[in-house]
Each structure stands twice: as C-alpha cells, then as structure tokens.
C-alpha cells in the first residue's frame, strides 16, 4: 500500500476576474500523478448479491484512467454536445472500430470493437497529398487526409465531416432511432480523431449510448434511459434537447454493448456498454446547469459532470460491487456541492491511490451553455474552459490541444497520496 505523503500537483489556472477569495478560474492541468497503483477488481456479480474481487495492480503515466471510462451527469443540466476523440500516430494505423450490437443518485463525498481490426480496402485512384481519400473499414466508407505522399512536417487535417441527423425521438417509453456508430477519421499524425458525437439540436448521436441506473435488479442497475433521460427504456435511445431535473442522472458509454465477457463482470441484467479506451483520450462537452431553486433533498440544485472507470457503472455504481472505493477511478469536472452554488469543482477521487480537490474551480453556466474539455494525455489530466467558438468538428490539430494544456498561469495545491 502507498505510504500516505503529500504530493504537489500543479494546476494551470487561467484566473476569470472575479474577487472572491478563491478565484474562478479557467483551466486546471493535474499533473504528476503517481503512474501506478492498485485496486479491487469485481470478478463476478452474482444474481445473489454475491461479489468476489481480486487485488489489481495497473501502471502507466494514465493509469488507471487509461481504461474504459464514462461520463456521467446529473441534473439540473441541459447537454448540448459531447464529442470524444483519440489521438492518432501514424498515417497506417488502423481504426478500431467495435460491433454494434443492441442487446435487450450521486454525491461524491456521500455515496458513494472487442478490438478487432479489420484491413482497408483502399480506393484504387492515385491521390495527392491533402486529398480526401476514401476508403472501407469494417465494411463502413470512411474518409480522411493523404498525408502518406509528402513530408510528415506537414500533416493534413481532415475537414470536419457532415454527419446525417438520425431524427428526432419522442419521450415515451421506447426509443426511435438508436444511437448509430461513429464514422472512423483518421486527423494525421500526433493530431486528435472524433470517436463519438452528440448535438441535442439535430437529434445527432454516433458512437455513444445514454443509460441510467433505471433497472430494479439488485437494485438500480445500469439500463438504457428513455430520450428525457429520466425512465427505462426498452432500447438505446437518444437523449433530446431537455433539461434533466435536480438529482436525476444519465451515463455516456460507447455504443458497444458488452458480449461474452469482454467487459469483464456486469450486473446481471444490465445494459452494460463498453466505455472510452485509451492512454489519450479527449472529451468535449457544451452544458448549461441553470439555478433550480430547489432545496430539502439530496443533490437539490448540485448539477455535476464528472468521469468514471466504466467497470464502477457496469457492476453497480451505488452499490458496494464496484472498484470505486478502492480507487479505479472517479474524476469529478465540474461538480456543483453547495445547493445553488455558482462555482462547481474538479476533483480526483482514487480511493487508497491519491485524492485530491482543486481548490479553484469553475463558474457554473446558469444562464447559457459552458463549452469544456477533459482531455487524458501522457500522465496529464487538463479541463478547458474552452472559447464559445470552439466547434465539435471530426478533428484537431495536435497543436490546438497541446496549445490547451500548456497555458495559463500555474497555481500549485496539494493533492494526498495514499489517501482514502
């Protein structure tokens, strides 16, 4: 076990002008993470309740944020958009891309393509260097940027591809159109590639599902949540542009279900999803968390976006048959902890790992939508505040993204390794 210290994080705070005694500020960079650690892994969940674990031991400058992960919100809040994208690294690397079967309340401090790469068909015409070029993964047409027939000191990056709404959904019980998968783009070398997207606008969702603890099997259990976001559905449905009320909360996975085990242990009878893999991985998300007024119950008026080990929603999130108590990981970005409170905070929950509360934090959008960007890199953990200009196109240059984790003014905190 880590022997309990204090280790000095170093948070990137870009300070928004405000005179209170903890200023709000606009980035927050985590860095010097200790790179490897332990937790109790579920190995089964039993339809008795009965929940065996087995010590786990990961590393890496990620770790262990590097696995699968889920995002989770809770209301009040209005989701506009979330987009998810992997950094690429070399012209030849293959997508992977997941078949996408369907297969029929939080406080932190209260509560607690099986990859399978299949070859490119290429097209046949010879193309330039900047070309669109299309080509077949996985029986899916794709296209991206020539940028195998000239120097790597210029890569090309592929313009934002238009992606077909699906249409719109009603609210009753059962779900329209499903979530589709995401087209792959390939952004060039060292730049980021969109895996998943969603536009409330235009009914738009790729590469993603919408769940919620909805199903009464051992208790609430993760299931696939009508377009209110607030009932069980009978299918993966898309989330319409809605305002979920205080203390309700949906979770974002991959479009993936899990099958034959490849998820590792899942709640009987739930609809457990594949997350959000990778070493660098990024999220974007445009929100609005407007002032309920409510007050006399748990969560009243405490909207939250944080980050989840996808094992913790599979097996139980509200239960004791998970690994979060022990620290496979909970990132907490913008979480409101006073009812109607303005300011929400960045935390890292890692159980016997390292723990920590930023104590900067963010300005809550009450009146308009907040653009932000969670993005997992090579042993950095960085939120953006981004510029309300800033599009979910299908890429970005790897210069815009280090450009994000590397400004501001630097604000140090302590964060407490081997803590609980």
Same mark, same amino acid.
């Given at each position: 076990?880590?022997?309990?210290?204090?280790?000095?994080?170093?948070?990137?705070?870009?300070?928004?002008?405000?005179?209170?005694?903890?200023?709000?500020?606009?980035?927050?960079?985590?860095?010097?993470?200790?790179?490897?650690?332990?937790?109790?892994?579920?190995?089964?969940?039993?339809?008795?309740?009965?929940?065996?674990?087995?010590?786990?031991?990961?590393?890496?400058?990620?770790?262990?944020?590097?696995?699968?992960?889920? !995002? &989770?919100?809770? *209301?009040?809040?209005?989701?506009?958009?979330? /987009?998810? #994208?992997?950094? $690429? %690294?070399?012209?030849?690397?293959?997508?992977?891309?997941?078949?996408?079967?369907?297969?029929?309340?939080?406080?932190?401090?209260?509560?607690?393509?099986?990859?399978?790469?299949?070859?490119?068909?290429?097209?046949?015409?010879?193309?330039?260097?900047?070309?669109?070029?299309?080509?077949?993964?996985?029986?899916?047409?794709?296209?991206?940027?020539?940028?195998?027939?000239?120097?790597?000191?210029?890569?090309?990056?592929?313009?934002?591809?238009?992606?077909?709404?699906?249409?719109?959904?009603?609210?009753?019980?059962?779900?329209?159109?499903?979530?589709?998968?995401?087209? !792959? &783009?390939?952004? *060039?070398?060292?730049?980021?590639?969109?895996? /998943?997207? #969603?536009?409330? $606008? %235009?009914?738009?969702?790729?590469?993603?599902?919408?769940?919620?603890?909805?199903?009464?099997?051992?208790?609430?259990?993760?299931?696939?949540?009508?377009?209110?976001?607030?009932?069980?559905?009978?299918?993966?449905?898309?989330?319409?542009?809605?305002?979920?009320?205080?203390?309700?909360?949906?979770?974002?996975?991959?479009?993936?279900?899990?099958?034959?085990?490849?998820?590792?242990?899942?709640?009987?009878?739930?609809?457990?999803?594949?997350?959000?893999?990778?070493?660098?991985?990024?999220?974007?998300?445009?929100?609005?968390?407007?002032?309920?007024?409510?007050?006399?119950?748990?969560?009243?008026?405490?909207?939250?976006?944080?980050?989840?080990?996808?094992?913790?929603?599979?097996?139980?999130?509200?239960?004791?048959?998970?690994?979060?108590?022990?620290?496979?990981?909970?990132?907490?970005?913008?979480?409101?902890?006073?009812?109607?409170?303005?300011?929400?905070?960045?935390?890292?929950?890692?159980?016997?790992?390292?723990?920590?509360?930023?104590?900067?934090?963010?300005?809550?959008?009450?009146?308009?939508?907040?653009?932000?960007?969670?993005?997992?890199?090579?042993?950095?953990?960085?939120?953006?505040?981004?510029?309300?200009?800033?599009?979910?196109?299908?890429?970005?240059?790897?210069?815009?993204?280090?450009?994000?984790?590397?400004?501001?003014?630097?604000?140090?905190?302590?964060?407490?390794?081997?803590?609980?």
């Amino acid at each position: 076990m880590l022997s309990l210290a204090i280790l000095i994080a170093t948070v990137l705070a870009n300070v928004a002008g405000t005179t209170s005694a903890q200023a709000q500020v606009q980035a927050l960079n985590f860095i010097g993470i200790p790179s490897s650690g332990r937790y109790q892994k579920v190995t089964k969940v039993g339809s008795d309740g009965a929940c065996p674990k087995q010590p786990y031991a990961f590393s890496g400058a990620s770790a262990p944020l590097d696995e699968e992960i889920s !995002a &989770v919100f809770r *209301g009040p809040i209005r989701l506009k958009q979330f /987009a998810v #994208y992997t950094e $690429t %690294s070399s012209p030849n690397r293959k997508r992977h891309r997941r078949t996408d079967n369907r297969s029929p309340h939080h406080n932190h401090q209260r509560y607690h393509d099986r990859e399978q790469v299949e070859g490119i068909e290429e097209d046949r015409e010879r193309r330039g260097y900047g070309d669109i070029v299309t080509a077949t993964i996985d029986g899916h047409v794709v296209t991206f940027p020539n940028t195998w027939s000239a120097p790597e000191s210029t890569p090309a990056v592929a313009a934002p591809v238009a992606v077909p709404a699906v249409g719109s959904v009603p609210s009753g019980d059962s779900p329209a159109d499903p979530p589709s998968a995401a087209p !792959a &783009v390939y952004a *060039g070398n060292g730049n980021w590639g969109r895996t /998943a997207y #969603y536009d409330a $606008t %235009s009914a738009t969702a790729e590469g993603l599902s919408f769940l919620g603890n909805v199903l009464a099997v051992l208790g609430a259990k993760l299931g696939y949540v009508t377009p209110n976001g607030l009932n069980s559905s009978t299918g993966p449905a898309i989330l319409e542009d809605c305002l979920v009320p205080d203390n309700n909360e949906f979770v974002i996975s991959s479009s993936t279900p899990c099958n034959d085990g490849d998820c590792g242990a899942v709640a009987p009878g739930a609809n457990a999803h594949h997350g959000f893999s990778g070493a660098s991985k990024m999220f974007l998300a445009e929100f609005q968390m407007p002032l309920s007024g409510q007050t006399g119950y748990l969560n009243a008026d405490m909207p939250a976006f944080w980050m989840l080990n996808t094992q913790i929603v599979n097996t139980g999130q509200y239960s004791n048959c998970s690994c979060w108590k022990t620290g496979c990981g909970e990132w907490d970005i913008h979480e409101v902890l006073e009812q109607g409170a303005t300011t929400g905070y960045a935390t890292m929950h890692m159980g016997q790992n390292f723990n920590g509360q930023a104590p900067n934090g963010f300005a809550r959008p009450i009146s308009t939508t907040m653009k932000v960007g969670v993005i997992i890199s090579n042993g950095v953990f960085h939120i953006e505040i981004l510029d309300d200009s800033t599009t979910f196109g299908s890429t970005f240059l790897g210069s815009t993204v280090n450009g994000w984790i590397n400004s501001a003014h630097v604000v140090n905190f302590p964060v407490i390794v081997g803590g609980d």
